[in-house]
């Protein structure tokens, strides 16, 4: 049983170069979240979705992120241009319906380098 | 803004013995409480959960107890194994919010 995948699982780049991090859902979930983990911040919500359709988007931290979710098995998160305090642990997770009440299974991340 | 409450202490205990861990939460409208145990270079990872018409929960090897007049959650592991090493976090989630809120989390450390 598949859980939620995400890619890359490392991704290093220069400062100024765009990044985009992949996620698939666990199937048949229809709430998408990214979340950004560091020492200083610990565990951040980014932004979350709903049957594809963005519902939270207020802990996106710049107009240099984005993210998409055009169909069920598939999102991405995209910084443009990225900047050295992006380094952190971006995580997907997903749930089935009813936010409350489920709870939310994890991938292994996407650790980000910003040179 | 109302936050679950977890410094990030390190919780040692002897491998075989029992452990707790505890949180504090401050909103009193959460009805959904959840463990996760994040293992080095993963995600979290769901342990157990509980909701808010409960007071305690058990699970394989772990029980959660919420106590809603102090706003406490405690997470118990029976019996700790090496493997139930990691960072520790719980989370809420408020009857109003649609979002989880996360701890700073605990780290476990088993000692041989």
């Known amino acids: 049983d598949a859980g939620v995948i995400q890619s890359p699982r490392h991704e290093v780049t220069e400062m100024g170069q765009e990044v985009t991090l992949r996620c698939k859902p666990i199937s048949g979930h229809d709430y998408l979240f990214w979340y950004r983990q560091t020492m200083m911040r610990g565990l951040e919500l980014l932004i979350y979705?709903?049957?594809?359709?963005?519902?939270?988007d207020s802990g996106m931290p710049e107009d240099r992120f984005s993210a998409k979710m055009p169909n069920a098995s598939f999102s991405t998160l995209k910084i443009q241009p990225s900047e050295p305090r992006d380094s952190a642990v971006y995580f997907c997770?997903?749930?089935?319906?009813?936010?409350?009440?489920?709870?939310?299974?994890f991938g292994d991340g996407t650790r980000l380098s910003i040179l | 803004g109302e936050s679950v409450g977890l410094h990030l202490p390190t919780l040692s205990v002897q491998e075989g013995d029992n452990s707790i861990i505890n949180c504090a939460y401050s909103?009193?409208?959460?009805?959904?409480f959840i463990w996760y145990k994040q293992e080095s270079g993963k995600g979290p990872q769901f342990i157990i959960d509980?909701?808010?018409?409960?007071d305690k929960r058990q699970g394989q090897r772990v029980t959660v107890l919420l106590n809603k007049t102090v706003k406490h959650l405690s997470l118990q592991i029976a019996a700790t194994q090496p493997g139930d090493s990691a960072v520790y976090f719980c989370a809420e989630k408020g009857s109003s919010a649609s979002k989880i809120i996360f701890g700073s989390g605990t780290r476990l450390s088993i000692r041989p």
């Open positions: 909103n009193s409208a959460s009805d959904y």
């Open positions: 509980i909701r808010s018409n409960m």
């Open positions: 979705f709903n049957n594809n359709v963005p519902i939270d």
């Open positions: 997770a997903s749930s089935g319906t009813g936010v409350r009440g489920q709870p939310q299974h």
